[in-house]
């Protein structure tokens, strides 16, 4: 491990001015390649105290033996340079794409005699047009086959038109019409020249045209009586229109533009990209990327622009690319962006609309892409067995945890304040065993506090539990058992909590103070990924691609999901609550049939239980039972005198029917407390 002191640059060498800075390791291989406004600047941001960098960063400069630069005129310059550097050296410490597969496009190549129609890949050539990417190449070949019918444009290699030529025989797409047969002068270069012009125009998007005269001359043959001639006609325009429904339009005004979408965690990111091409989805393609250095979103879209755009010219980059977030600054890589395409290309965050409506759809499939590669690599045996070998040596557990709880506190500005506990057995979730809890010890905001209950109330029923089925019985054979699954009788070999230091150690005491002594506990802190442990002042720090801290994160991932979906749908459920949900039996038709009745919730309390009584389906004891539970739950409200009916003055003493006189005067409202589930 390096010092950085001992290849830091003297003071005044390193200039002020754009640059790109490679740093190298011990053996001179570059494992980081950077871009700055300011080189000095951005160096002397590596050179400081080592605790104040980030832990990745931290790694890095520790790993590296010197630091070199190369300025530039512009920022546009750097960015430049950086890519193809980065393309260059492949650095470690770079974000790197897994998936930077050479995508299909659907290519015409117009620098031929006779154009043809084909599927390519990797680097694209002067003179074709290419229109793409497409996710599978069989996606291209059923959008062509369709096509043919229309467009019947070469589709052959050169040895098979060169083999065709000789013997003056096509191939079988020429004797089914979905070839014009240039091979053997069916159809002059000039012809086929303009039937692939043709092809190209419908591709990019222009097919009203074609449309329109396909059904004029199909109208035409039908007049003059040619019905195979109209018949043809039409199953032509059919294959066109089923050609377009295979890319139905998302964004009007036939809009060219590329929609980036990321969904990140703390160590990885899926990238999305949807390509639109003349107002319509032609393509598809993701990443999944590490995240080997502290880096904000716009960071991340600035990487996926460089790998996306960065061998690209002319029209293959659109006038407008729509991004999650907007790198800072923006002007260089918007320069750069339209030095390559050769006009000017908008980059931007959509707003509203169209475009901000499949923005969403374009981070669904990121975030589910995420999860996926999250799932898979989760559901590897052998993975999963080393995660937990790698946690059990990290904590110094006697033996390997499987079975681990997590717990997470969730709340509003300190209402609706409740925690998670979920399970993973053997690496993997055991939905049937989460549990929700909702803070009763106490109102406000105090997430150790809260903890505290949580691992109190948890154990506290597996202690029940153990007691029950005679574990602590000394030499006496155990209860019965009915059977039924045990809510809280399985104790974990490890509990983790969402948080750092006092989390851990709320949940140390909670145990302690219930006597137990055999199951460990640790906490993650979400900001720097740290591991802490009761009674410990340094974190443990796991390597970045540890497969243990992978599946810590999992876990405490899950426990927040868990505990926020719970807490958004009680405040959901408190927000939209009404005090006729307190009355029994009152379902939902007629609670709906009140409200409609009387307009509001503030006449039906008014109402007499006369009144109510008129509702259809309101008999006199459901009229009573909901003017009392309307009474009980609005403390300003007059009281109900229930042998008349009337609505009393808040002083006057008001009895109840077949009471002993007590007043039913307005309380404070019914507080209602959930049970864990």
């Known amino acids: ?373 999250k799932t898979k690599r989760a559901s590897d045996l052998t993975t999963r067995s080393r995660a937990l070998e790698e946690i059990a040596g990290a904590l110094d557990l006697d033996s390997a945890p499987l079975r681990i709880e997590c717990y997470d506190i969730s709340h509003l500005q300190g209402e609706d304040v409740v925690a998670s506990m979920v399970v993973f057995e053997d690496g993997l979730q055991r939905k049937s065993e989460y549990r929700r809890f909702q803070i009763k010890g106490f109102a406000g905001q105090d997430d150790v506090r809260s903890m505290h209950e949580v691992i109190t109330r948890r154990f506290r029923r597996y202690l029940a539990e153990k007691e029950k089925t005679g574990e602590w019985a000394d030499g006496e054979a155990p209860a019965e058992d009915d059977g039924r699954p045990k809510r809280f009788a399985y104790p974990p070999q490890l509990v983790v909590v969402d948080g750092g230091q006092p989390q851990v150690a709320a949940a140390r005491r909670a145990l302690d103070e219930l006597g137990i002594d055999d199951i460990a506990v640790c906490g993650l802190a979400k900001r720097l990924e740290e591991v802490w442990l009761p009674d410990e002042e340094d974190p443990v720090v796991l390597p970045r691609t540890s497969e243990g801290l992978y599946l810590l994160q999992r876990v405490r991932d899950e426990a927040h999901r868990f505990a926020i979906t719970y807490q958004r749908s009680k405040r959901t459920k408190r927000l939209r609550s009404s005090p006729l949900d307190d009355v029994p039996g009152l379902g939902e038709t007629r609670k709906q049939a009140l409200i409609k009745h009387f307009g509001s919730v503030k006449r039906l309390r008014s109402a007499t239980v006369d009144q109510i009584q008129e509702v259809p389906g309101i008999g006199r004891k459901t009229a009573e039972t909901i003017a009392v539970a309307l009474a009980q739950a609005a403390p300003a409200a007059p009281a109900v005198n229930m042998a008349t009916g009337e609505i009393m003055e808040e002083e006057e003493p008001v009895t109840t029917a077949g009471s002993t006189g007590e007043p039913v005067s307005a309380g404070a409202p019914h507080e209602r407390r959930g049970q864990e589930t």
């Open 1 to 373: 491990m390096a010092d950085p002191s001992s290849y830091r640059p003297k003071p005044g060498e390193i200039p002020d001015s754009p640059g790109v800075y490679r740093f190298r390791d011990e053996h001179r291989r570059v494992i980081y390649v950077g871009k700055a406004k300011s080189l000095r600047q951005r160096l002397a941001n590596y050179f400081q105290d080592l605790a104040n960098l980030h832990p990745r960063t931290r790694t890095m400069v520790t790993t590296a033996a010197s630091v070199e630069w190369t300025v530039v005129s512009t920022e546009v310059e750097a960015l430049q340079l950086e890519y193809t550097w980065i393309k260059e050296f492949d650095p470690r410490f770079n974000v790197k794409y897994r998936d930077d597969k050479s995508y299909p496009y659907l290519a015409v190549t117009m620098n031929e005699e006779f154009p043809r129609v084909q599927v390519m890949r990797g680097q694209k050539r002067k003179g074709v047009r290419y229109f793409g990417p497409y996710s599978h190449a069989w996606a291209i070949r059923d959008t062509v086959d369709l096509l043919l019918r229309v467009f019947p444009v070469r589709t052959c290699s050169a040895g098979v038109f060169k083999n065709a030529a000789r013997t003056g025989r096509p191939c079988l797409l020429g004797y089914i019409g979905k070839c014009s047969a240039p091979c053997v002068g069916r159809i002059s270069p000039e012809d086929h020249g303009e039937l692939a012009e043709e092809f190209c125009d419908f591709m990019a998007g222009r097919t009203g045209t074609y449309l329109r005269r396909l059904e004029k001359q199909m109208m035409e043959a039908a007049e003059e009586m040619e019905y195979e001639r109209a018949a043809r006609l039409r199953d032509d325009i059919e294959a066109l229109k089923k050609a377009m429904e295979k890319n139905a339009v998302v964004l009007t005004d036939a809009t060219d533009a590329d929609l980036i979408a990321v969904a990140e965690d703390e160590l990885e990111a899926a990238v999305q990209i949807f390509h639109v091409r003349g107002g319509r989805v032609r393509g598809q393609r993701g990443w999944v990327t590490d995240k080997v250095e502290e880096i904000t979103t716009g960071a991340l879209v600035e990487h996926a622009l460089q790998q996306l755009y960065g061998d690209e010219t002319g029209d293959s980059v659109p006038k407008e690319v729509l991004v999650p977030a907007l790198p800072d600054p923006i002007e260089p890589v918007q320069d750069w962006l339209t030095g390559r395409r050769g006009s000017n290309v908008s980059l931007r965050i959509p707003q509203r609309g169209d475009k901000k409506a499949l923005m969403e759809t374009v981070q669904r499939n990121a975030q589910q892409a995420l999860a996926l590669h």
